[in-house]
């Protein structure tokens, strides 16, 4: 039975909307994934993926069934020992590095970023060259809270001249923003099959310099699920009685989202890789931007550092902006939008995160704002 495919904007951070081809991936024959052919599928999605931020086979790639905390939890627990973690916390998405380290009970140092400010290289420069027992450095490169990039760049040359090992959450940049992993001097990064990817959710993915995850072979383990070290072992060395050739993972994956990510992978390079995308989010951002700004929203940040693929902005002034209304009449017209607050110096603020990532244009983004305006000028007659 064919069913048509209703299309949604989805303007929240994540998952983001797919094309129809991405959907109809899914739609396979049943399929062991022990078999050769799909782990011939899976290698070639980690080899991608891996190659999406570095090109010199230095990385690898492991896949996991769930989202994108599933691969911070593998890292952390995997990942972290001896010595202390410094963590970068300048939003939730760091919060939850924190959460996960004590939950774990991680020996780790916070870092605290106020939401509304920016990382300040020189105090971390100054902490890691002060901080011996400190081995390790995580940050978000995209924290979807505020919309901004954080400095990963500058991070992770301060982590190779004091050498610590880097972790970063990619997680909402990974396939959207061009980056090197290893011009960013980056060990670990991990990100998801549903964001900039715009494959299905249910995959996320740890890319890890392999020297590095091999040496993590006779580390103690903290999980059995997310244990990195052993599920690279899988995809890299199993052999099973359809052949050898790897490509499994230890346990059963979500076999259709990892089809739908080679056909998203198909796509981005369809479209001229990362470069590419990023150009067409960044012209979706410019006009997402300049629509909210004309309706009395403002950015929480200023644009140099606006990841342009996710916008936070203040309530207009003035306007008591009912959300729960506004996201029921927007979702009536196919726009899914997404709330949210952060907080200054303790305190909680009202904000609204937009978010252009996905399989949308400006064309998409214009028909949004169009709608956005008729809404609020409507609750304005009314009140």
Same mark, same amino acid.
């Given at each position: 039975?064919?069913? +048509?495919?209703?299309?949604? !904007?989805?303007?929240?951070?994540?998952?983001?909307?797919?094309?129809?081809? $991405?959907?109809?991936?899914?739609?396979?024959? @049943?399929?062991?994934?022990?078999?050769?052919?799909?782990?011939?599928?899976? #290698?070639? $999605?980690?080899?991608?993926?891996?190659?999406?931020?570095?090109?010199? @086979?230095?990385?690898?790639?492991?896949?996991?069934?769930?989202?994108?905390?599933?691969?911070?939890?593998?890292?952390?627990?995997?990942? $972290?020992? %001896?010595?202390?973690?410094?963590?970068? +916390? #300048?939003? =939730?998405? &760091?919060?939850?590095?924190?959460?996960?380290?004590?939950?774990?009970?991680?020996?780790?140092?916070?870092?605290?970023?106020?939401?509304?400010?920016?990382?300040?290289?020189?105090?971390?420069?100054?902490?890691?060259?002060?901080?011996?027992?400190? &081995?390790? !450095?995580?940050? !978000?490169?995209?924290?979807?809270?505020? &919309?901004?990039? %954080?400095?990963?760049?500058?991070?992770?040359?301060?982590?190779?001249?004091?050498?610590?090992?880097?972790?970063?959450?990619?997680?909402?940049?990974?396939?959207?923003?061009?980056?090197?992993?290893?011009?960013? %001097?980056?060990?670990?990064?991990?990100?998801?099959?549903?964001?900039?990817?715009?494959?299905?959710?249910?995959?996320?993915?740890?890319?890890?310099?392999?020297?590095?995850?091999?040496?993590?072979?006779?580390?103690?383990?903290?999980? =059995?699920?997310?244990?990195?070290?052993?599920?690279?072992?899988?995809?890299?060395?199993?052999?099973?009685?359809?052949?050898?050739?790897?490509?499994?993972?230890?346990?059963?994956?979500?076999?259709?989202?990892?089809?739908?990510?080679? /056909?998203?992978?198909?796509?981005?390079?369809?479209?001229?890789? $990362?470069?590419?995308?990023?150009?067409? =989010?960044?012209?979706?951002?410019?006009?997402?931007? /300049? &629509?909210?700004?004309?309706?009395?929203?403002?950015?929480?940040?200023?644009?140099?550092?606006?990841?342009?693929?996710?916008?936070?902005?203040? /309530?207009?002034?003035?306007?008591?902006?009912?959300?729960?209304?506004?996201?029921?009449?927007?979702? /009536?017209?196919?726009?899914?939008?997404?709330? +949210?607050?952060?907080?200054?110096?303790? %305190?909680?603020?009202?904000?609204?995160?937009?978010?252009?990532?996905?399989?949308? #244009?400006?064309?998409?983004?214009?028909?949004?704002?169009?709608?956005? #305006?008729?809404?609020?000028?409507?609750?304005?007659?009314?009140?």
């Amino acid at each position: 039975m064919q069913k +048509n495919i209703e299309r949604k !904007v989805l303007l929240n951070p994540g998952p983001a909307t797919t094309s129809e081809g $991405v959907k109809l991936a899914q739609i396979v024959p @049943d399929i062991c994934p022990r078999e050769r052919e799909f782990g011939e599928i899976a #290698n070639n $999605v980690r080899k991608e993926l891996a190659g999406i931020c570095d090109r010199n @086979d230095e990385y690898s790639c492991v896949l996991f069934t769930g989202s994108g905390t599933a691969a911070m939890d593998s890292v952390l627990s995997s990942v $972290v020992h %001896n010595k202390k973690i410094l963590i970068i +916390n #300048n939003g =939730y998405y &760091g919060e939850r590095f924190l959460q996960i380290a004590k939950a774990y009970q991680i020996p780790h140092e916070e870092l605290k970023v106020d939401m509304l400010g920016e990382v300040d290289v020189l105090e971390v420069e100054q902490i890691l060259e002060k901080r011996k027992d400190i &081995g390790y !450095v995580a940050m !978000v490169h995209h924290e979807t809270t505020t &919309g901004i990039l %954080n400095p990963t760049r500058e991070i992770g040359e301060l982590c190779k001249r004091n050498e610590k090992i880097f972790i970063v959450d990619a997680v909402a940049s990974f396939a959207g923003i061009p980056f090197s992993a290893k011009e960013h %001097n980056i060990d670990y990064l991990f990100s998801t099959s549903n964001k900039c990817l715009q494959a299905m959710p249910g995959i996320c993915f740890v890319i890890g310099k392999k020297e590095g995850i091999e040496s993590l072979k006779d580390k103690p383990k903290r999980n =059995y699920y997310l244990d990195l070290y052993e599920q690279y072992k899988f995809f890299e060395k199993t052999e099973t009685g359809q052949g050898t050739g790897g490509g499994q993972s230890r346990f059963t994956p979500a076999v259709q989202v990892i089809y739908t990510m080679a /056909e998203a992978l198909n796509e981005l390079r369809e479209e001229g890789g $990362v470069e590419k995308r990023y150009k067409r =989010y960044s012209e979706s951002y410019e006009v997402l931007l /300049e &629509g909210l700004e004309k309706l009395g929203f403002r950015p929480t940040h200023r644009r140099e550092i606006h990841s342009k693929i996710s916008t936070t902005v203040f /309530e207009p002034e003035g306007k008591d902006i009912d959300f729960k209304e506004l996201h029921d009449k927007l979702y /009536e017209k196919g726009y899914i939008i997404y709330p +949210n607050r952060v907080e200054y110096h303790g %305190n909680p603020i009202k904000v609204i995160r937009f978010a252009n990532m996905g399989d949308i #244009n400006r064309e998409d983004i214009s028909g949004f704002l169009s709608e956005l #305006n008729r809404i609020i000028k409507k609750c304005e007659q009314l009140y």
